[in-house]
């Protein structure tokens, strides 16, 4: 049975850091990409960020350069760093377990990011 657990949540002021981490059980996790999305009050949910099991990371344009995306394979785990949070961040953050190649998604419950002072 696949899991997705996320953690990591919560209040920061703007211009603050956070990190979400997300553990992925029951797979086999080479065969995962993992990713992480959120989705925001009234609005469709949206990648922020993607990474490969060769450790490749893919960033969506609104946070490049302030958000980083790391993975350790050996503990099927997958983090979220977030620096220079913007209140337009505040959002649900889900974190994704993709598997390749047939494309389907596992999700966690997600984790709130509220980003005000």
């Known amino acids: 049975q696949v899991q997705v657990v996320e953690s990591g949540g919560g209040l920061v002021q703007p211009g603050g850091s956070l990190t979400l981490s997300c553990e992925a059980k029951?797979?086999?996790?080479?065969?995962?990409?993992m990713t992480w999305y959120r989705q925001a009050p009234g609005k469709e949910r949206e990648l922020v960020a993607e990474i490969n099991y060769g450790l490749e990371p893919h960033y969506v344009d609104f946070v490049k350069g302030r958000f980083t995306i790391s993975r350790d394979n050996a503990k099927n785990t997958v983090a979220l760093q977030m620096n220079n949070l913007k209140p337009d961040d505040t959002a649900v953050y889900y974190c994704?377990?993709?598997?390749?190649?047939?494309?389907?998604?596992?999700w966690g419950q997600g984790t709130q990011v509220t980003v005000s002072s």
């Open positions: 994704g377990a993709l598997r390749v190649p047939s494309m389907r998604y596992y």
């Open positions: 029951g797979v086999v996790f080479s065969l995962y990409n």
